[in-house]
C-alpha cells in the first residue's frame, strides 16, 4: 500500500502565561491509501489538534506533516488551501453547515468554490444518497441533528475528496442517529475509495475502522 | 465557476436568509440620507445662486464709469450670454415749483436678465410682476417721487430735456443697492430716450452697469476674457462684496449645508461601521468553512468584497431613489416657503449621493471585510478562535481620511479642515482615554454593588474594548445631532438678531448741527424711539506712515476704492453697538486726541497695522492720526457703519453734519415728505425695500435649514436605532445563558437597562463635550459666530441618550426574557 500521509515529529506547543503548554509530542504516523484510522483518546488528549494539524487546518510547532508525499509545512496557507480543496473533505462534530443556506446550497458549496457547473446536479444526487432528497430547501434550523449529520456527509463527498477528516461525527447525536450515520460514512467511505481519519471516543465507532491509535497526554501510546 | 457569479450567489442565499436586513437597511439610511441632501442642498444652493443672481439682476455685472467698451458686446454675443444696460444717476427734478433730487435708472430692453421688478397701476392697486422696464417715453417712479412733486399717474415728468409719461409707480427693483444712486427716489426710464434727457455730458457722474447671464461656463470664459480689459474705473460686481449682508447670509447657509451634509455622512459611516462589525462577526463561522473547503485568502477577500460593492450598489441605487423622493417631498413642502423658480435636481448631485454612499461603505467596511480573510480554517475545531482585529490606526485612520476628504470637499479649505478634524479627533482620543480609565475604575466597585448592577456594570466591562467601540459609535452620532441643533438654533438666532423686528430701515444724511434738536425730536415723535445720532466729517485717506496710499493699493485690491472717494469720518467716545475690537484698544479709559479705530477688512487691505500713522484730508487741510485700534463691524446690520472712527476731541473742529437710522412701517412712509419738506438739506436713504427682500430670503433659509436638520436627526435617530440592534447578539447569547441558569425576567429586564442606560449616559457625556469643541472651533474658524455654551444640553443630552438608547435596547432584547431560552439561542 502507498503512504498517502506521514508525519515527522510532530508537535504542538502553545504559549499560556504559566509557561509553554504541549499539546502533541513526537507523533510520528504512516497513513496509506484507503486506510480507515480512529484517533482515540481522552478530552484533552490532544486528538483534535492531530486532525487539525493532518488536514493542514494549523500549522505544527515542531516536526511535519507530508501529504502526498508534499511538505505540509513547506506551504504557505492558501497553499494549503488550494490542497484542502482538491483532496480533502472534513465532517465535524457540530455539522458546521452555513445557517443560511439550505440543504442543497451546503453542499453545492464546494463544488462551485472548484468551479464546478454540475454543482447542483451532483449535490442533489449526493443529498440523495444519504436520504435527503425531500430535505433540499431546508436551512439547518429546519433540519434535525442526524439530518444536518447526513448533509455535511454530503457535503464532505460531493468533492470525492481522497482523504475525509471527522471530528467526532456522532457526537452530538444519539446512539441510533449515530450508527446510521456512521453506516453512512463508511457506506460512503468504501464507495468512493476515501483515505478515512476519525477523532472519536466512541469504542463502536473506533472498532469499524482498519487501525485505531491512541492518544495520552499529547503522546501516542 | 467565477468569483464574481459565485459572491452573488451566497449575496442572494445571505439575503434571502436575512442576514443582510440591518446592513441593507443602514446602507439604504445612509444613502437616502446623503443623496436627499446632496439633492436638496444642491437645489437650494442653485436656486439661492439664482436668487442672489436677482440680487445683481444678472449673473455677471460690470459696473463702470465709461460707456461700453468695443468688443464686450461682440465677445459676449458669440459666446451666447445674454446682455443688458443700465444707467444710473441722480437728477434734480423740478416740478410745480417743487425740487427732488432723484436717482434715475435707464434700462434697456432686456434689463432686468435675472429676477423680475414689480409696480402697480395706483396707489392701491395690487403689485405685478414685470420682466421688463418701462417702455420709451414712458417711466415708473417711486411712490415718494409722486407726493413730492405733486404729480399723479399719467402726468408728465420731465427728466432733463426729456419729458416722460408716468405710467406705473415702481415697489420693487432686484438689484437695489445701498449707495446714494440707488437710494435717492428711483425714477425709472427707458435706455432709448437717454440721449434726449442731454444729460450725460462728458465729464457726468454716471454709473454704468454692463450685465450678463448664461450658462456658467461660457460665463466663466467671458469673465476671464473681461479681468485683464479692466480699466481703473471698471469692476466686476461680486455679491459679496457688493451686496455684504446678503452675500454674508448665504455664505453661512452653504455652510450648513454642507454642515449637515457631513453630519449625515458621519452618522452613515458610523451605522455602516457597526453593522459591518456585526456581518463580519456572523460570517467568521463561514469563512471558516470556507477556508476548509479549500478557498485562498484572496479569495476569501474577493467574495467577500464583491458581495459588499454589489450590495452598496444595490443599496446606493435604493437609496438615491429614495433620496429623491424624499427631497421631491421636502421640496413640495416647502414650496410654499422657497422661491417659484426652484432649480431643478441635477443628475451630479444624484450621483455624488451614489458615491458618497459608496465611499463611505468601501471606507468603514473595507477594515472588517479584512478580518474575514483573517479567519482561521481552525475554527471549525476550535470555536472560540477570533481573527485578529484590524489594526486600530488602519480602522481610524481610514475613516478620518474618509470624512476629511468630505468635510474638505464641502469647505474647500485645508486648513479649515485640519483644524476641525484635528480638533474633533484629539478631544476624542482624550475622551476615549477618559472612558477607557472610568470603565476600569468601576470594576473596584463590582463587589460592592448589588446583583442587578453588578450584572448591568459587568456586561459593560467585559468586553471593554467592544463597550469603547459602542459608546464611541453612538457618541459620535448623537454629536453629530446636536452639532446641528446648535448650529441651526445659533445660524438662526444671529439672523434674528442681525434684522430684529423694527430694524431701522431709513437712514437720514447731512443734518446739520443745528437741525439735529428738531430732528431728533420729529423722529422720536413719530417712531418712539431714541435713534443714535452719528457726526459725519468727509475726508479722505491719502497716507499711510508718510507714503501715498496709492502704493498701497493695486488693481484688483479690495481697499481700491476707499482710497478713491471721500469716506465718512465719525467720532465717539463709545463703540458703537455692533463692533468689535479685535486688536488694540478702545479709548474707553483715555480717550486721547488723535487716536483712530480702522476697520479690519480695510486695514487688512491696505496693510494698515495698529500704531501705523494715517493721514488724512478733509477740505483743504490735513491731519494725521494713530492707529489705536483695529475693528469687526458687521455691516450686515443695516446700522451707520464705519471705515474710520476718532477718539473724542481728534475732527470735531471740522466742518460735520450727522446721521441716523431709524424704523418706519409702510403706513409711516408719508413721514419722508414732511422730513424732506422741512429739513430740505437732509438726504433719506429708504433700505426697506431692500430690508423686506433680504428678511424674505432669510425666512426661507431658516425653514429650509430647520427641514435639514429634521432629517439629519431623523437619519441620527434611525441611526442610533440600528447600532444598538448591531450589538444585541452577544448580549441575547448572555441573556439566553442567563435564562437557562435560571434568571429572572425581572433581574434580566434591570441588567438590560442598566447597561444601554449606563452606554447612553457615558455617549451622551461624551457627545455633548465633543459637540462643544467642535462648535468652538466650526465658530470660530468657519461659520464666523459668537459662541454660547448651552447648559440645557449638558442635562439633556445625556438624559435623552440614556432614554432612548435603553429603550431600544430593551425592546431589541424582550424576546430573550419571553422566548424559551433553547428557542433564542438556536435563533443566533
Known amino acids: 500500500m502507498n503512504c498517502l500521509i506521514e508525519t515527522r515529529n510532530l508537535g504542538k506547543t502553545v504559549a499560556t502565561s504559566s ?15 484507503g486506510e480507515s484510522l480512529a484517533i482515540i483518546g481522552a478530552s484533552g488528549s490532544g486528538k483534535s489538534t492531530l486532525l487539525g494539524l493532518l488536514a493542514g487546518l494549523d500549522a505544527p510547532s515542531a516536526g511535519e506533516v507530508i501529504l502526498q508525499g508534499k511538505s505540509l509545512t513547506a506551504l504557505d496557507e492558501d497553499g494549503r488551501a488550494k490542497l484542502r480543496n482538491q483532496l480533502i473533505g472534513f465532517v465535524f462534530q457540530s455539522f458546521q453547515l452555513l445557517p443560511g443556506l439550505t440543504a442543497l ?67 452530538n447525536l444519539d446512539q441510533k442517529t449515530g450508527a446510521h450515520i456512521i453506516e453512512l460514512l463508511f457506506q460512503l467511505n468504501l464507495e468512493n475509495q476515501t483515505t478515512l481519519i476519525l477523532v472519536t471516543h466512541d469504542p463502536v465507532l473506533a472498532a469499524r475502522c482498519q487501525r485505531s491509535i491512541t492518544l495520552e497526554a499529547g503522546r501516542l501510546l | 465557476m467565477n468569483t464574481f457569479k459565485l459572491a452573488l450567489r451566497l449575496l442572494v442565499r445571505d439575503y434571502r436568509s436575512g442576514e443582510l436586513s440591518i446592513l441593507l437597511i443602514a446602507l439604504i439610511i445612509a444613502v437616502t440620507g446623503s443623496s436627499a441632501i446632496s439633492l436638496f442642498a444642491d437645489r437650494l444652493q442653485r436656486t439661492m445662486d439664482t436668487q442672489a443672481a436677482e440680487f445683481l439682476a444678472a449673473d455677471l455685472v460690470v459696473s463702470s464709469s465709461t460707456p461700453l467698451v468695443d468688443g464686450w458686446q461682440e465677445k459676449a454675443t458669440l459666446l451666447g450670454l445674454k446682455q443688458a444696460q443700465t444707467v444710473e444717476f441722480t437728477s434734480v427734478l423740478i416740478e410745480h415749483e417743487q425740487l427732488l433730487l432723484a436717482g434715475i435708472k435707464a434700462v434697456s430692453e432686456q434689463y432686468p436678465l435675472r429676477g423680475y421688478l414689480k409696480n402697480s397701476d395706483s396707489d392701491y392697486a395690487t403689485e405685478q410682476k414685470r420682466l421688463q422696464g418701462p417702455e420709451p417715453t414712458k417711466c415708473w417712479v417711486e411712490k415718494r417721487v409722486l407726493s413730492a412733486l405733486g404729480l399723479k399717474l399719467g402726468d408728465q415728468l420731465t427728466v432733463g430735456e426729456k419729458p416722460l409719461t408716468i405710467s406705473h409707480i415702481i415697489t420693487y427693483e432686484p438689484d437695489k443697492r445701498g449707495d446714494m444712486y440707488s437710494l435717492s427716489p428711483r425714477v425709472m426710464m427707458n435706455y432709448a430716450d437717454l440721449p434726449a434727457t442731454q444729460i450725460i455730458q462728458p465729464g457726468s457722474h454716471v454709473h454704468y452697469f454692463f450685465q450678463y447671464a448664461g450658462d456658467p461656463k461660457p460665463l466663466l470664459d467671458f469673465k476671464a476674457w473681461l ?3 479692466l480699466n481703473p474705473s471698471q469692476r466686476i460686481l461680486d455679491l459679496h462684496e457688493d451686496r455684504p449682508e446678503v452675500g454674508g447670509a448665504l455664505t453661512r447657509a452653504e455652510r450648513y449645508l454642507g454642515l449637515s451634509s457631513i453630519v449625515v455622512v458621519l452618522i452613515a459611516g458610523v451605522a455602516i461601521a457597526m453593522t459591518t462589525r456585526r456581518y463580519t462577526e456572523r460570517h ?29 450598489i444595490t443599496a446606493c441605487t435604493i437609496g438615491c431613489f429614495f433620496g429623491w423622493l424624499a427631497q ?26 451614489f458615491i458618497t454612499g459608496m465611499v463611505i461603505l468601501i471606507g468603514f467596511a473595507l477594515p472588517p471585510i479584512l478580518r474575514l480573510q483573517q479567519v482561521s480554517a481552525l475554527r471549525v475545531l476550535r470555536r472560540e478562535l477570533q481573527p485578529l482585529p484590524a489594526s486600530a490606526w488602519f480602522v481610524y485612520g481610514l475613516a478620518t481620511s474618509i470624512i476629511g476628504i468630505l468635510i474638505w470637499r464641502y469647505t474647500h479649505d485645508l486648513r479649515m479642515t485640519t483644524t476641525i478634524i484635528g480638533s474633533g479627533l484629539g478631544s476624542l482620543m482624550l475622551l476615549m482615554l477618559l472612558v477607557y480609565g472610568l470603565l476600569s475604575y468601576s470594576r473596584r466597585l463590582l463587589p460592592h454593588l448589588n446583583l442587578t448592577w453588578r450584572f448591568g456594570l459587568q456586561n459593560l466591562l467585559q468586553e471593554r474594548q467592544a463597550s469603547i467601540s459602542q459608546i464611541l459609535a453612538f457618541s459620535i452620532t448623537l454629536m453629530a445631532m446636536v452639532l446641528s441643533l446648535t448650529v441651526k438654533n445659533d445660524l438662526i438666532d444671529n439672523w434674528k438678531q442681525q434684522l430684529p423686528e423694527n430694524a431701522p430701515n431709513h437712514f437720514a444724511l447731512n443734518i446739520f448741527t443745528e437741525q439735529l434738536p428738531l430732528i431728533q425730536q420729529d423722529i422720536k415723535n413719530l417712531t418712539q424711539n431714541d435713534s443714535q445720532y452719528f457726526p459725519v466729517v468727509s475726508g479722505r485717506l491719502i497716507k499711510i506712515n508718510d507714503a501715498p496710499v496709492q502704493q498701497r493699493v493695486s488693481k484688483e485690491s479690495e481697499g481700491k476704492e476707499a482710497t478713491e472717494r471721500d469716506l465718512s469720518l465719525t467720532w465717539s467716545a463709545t463703540l458703537p453697538k455692533d463692533n468689535t475690537i479685535l486688536g488694540g484698544n478702545w479709548w474707553t479709559k483715555d480717550p486721547k486726541p488723535g487716536l483712530v479705530s480702522v476697520e479690519q477688512k480695510l486695514a487688512d487691505n491696505l496693510r494698515i497695522k495698529l500704531d501705523d500713522v494715517l493721514t488724512f484730508s478733509i477740505g483743504s487741510e490735513q491731519f494725521t492720526a494713530r492707529v489705536g485700534s483695529l475693528r469687526k463691524v458687521q455691516w450686515e446690520t443695516m446700522q451707520p457703519n464705519f471705515y474710520m472712527i476718532f477718539s473724542p476731541g481728534s475732527i470735531e473742529n471740522y466742518a460735520h453734519t450727522y446721521m441716523t437710522s431709524f424704523y418706519l412701517s409702510p403706513q409711516q412712509k408719508n413721514f419722508l415728505n414732511s422730513l424732506v419738506k422741512n429739513y430740505p438739506s437732509i438726504t433719506v436713504l429708504e433700505v426697506d425695500l431692500i430690508l423686506s427682500q433680504f428678511k424674505t430670503i432669510l425666512a426661507q433659509l431658516t425653514t429650509a435649514i430647520n427641514y435639514l436638520f429634521y432629517l439629519a436627526l431623523c437619519a441620527g ?10 450589538t444585541l447578539d452577544q448580549r441575547i447569547y448572555r441573556g439566553a445563558l442567563m435564562r437557562t441558569l435560571g434568571a429572572s425576567s425581572s433581574l434580566l429586564n434591570k441588567t438590560h437597562v442598566l447597561e444601554f442606560c449606563l452606554l447612553g449616559l457615558i455617549s451622551g457625556v461624551l457627545a455633548i463635550i465633543l459637540a462643544e469643541v467642535v462648535t468652538i472651533v466650526l465658530y470660530h474658524y468657519v461659520l464666523h459666530l459668537t459662541y454660547h455654551p448651552s447648559f440645557w444640553l449638558w442635562l439633556i443630552v445625556p438624559l435623552s441618550a440614556a432614554g432612548v438608547i435603553s429603550l431600544t435596547g430593551y425592546w431589541g432584547l424582550r424576546d430573550v426574557v419571553k422566548k424559551a431560552p433553547l428557542q433564542v439561542l438556536q435563533q443566533l
Not at chain 1, 509557561?19 to 491509501?33: K, P, Q, R, S, V
Open chain 1, 19 to 33: 509557561g509553554a503548554l504541549h499539546i502533541l509530542t513526537d507523533i510520528n504516523l504512516l497513513i496509506n491509501a
Open chain 1, 105 to 171: 446550497e451546503n453542499v453545492m458549496l464546494p463544488l462551485e468554490l472548484s468551479g464546478n457547473s454540475q454543482a447542483k446536479m451532483i449535490a442533489t444526487e449526493f443529498l440523495e444518497r444519504v436520504e435527503l432528497k425531500h430535505r433540499l430547501t431546508h436551512t439547518p434550523k429546519q433540519l434535525s441533528g442526524g439530518e444536518q449529520q447526513r448533509v455535511a456527509l454530503a457535503r464532505a463527498f460531493v468533492t470525492q475528496p481522497r482523504i475525509l477528516f471527522a471530528d467526532e461525527p456522532t457526537g
Open chain 2, 227 to 229: 479681468k485683464p480689459q
Open chain 2, 284 to 312: 467568521f463561522d463561514a469563512a471558516a468553512i470556507l477556508r476548509c473547503l479549500g478557498c485562498t485568502q484572496s479569495k476569501i477577500l474577493s467574495l467577500y468584497t464583491i458581495q459588499i460593492v454589489v450590495l452598496g
Open chain 2, 328 to 353: 421631491a417631498l421636502l421640496m413640495q413642502v416647502l414650496h410654499s416657503l422657497l422661491p417659484q423658480q426652484l432649480a431643478p435636481p441635477s443628475w451630479l448631485s444624484l450621483s455624488f449621493g
Open chain 2, 717 to 726: 435617530f434611525t441611526v442610533l436605532f440600528a447600532a444598538v440592534y448591531a
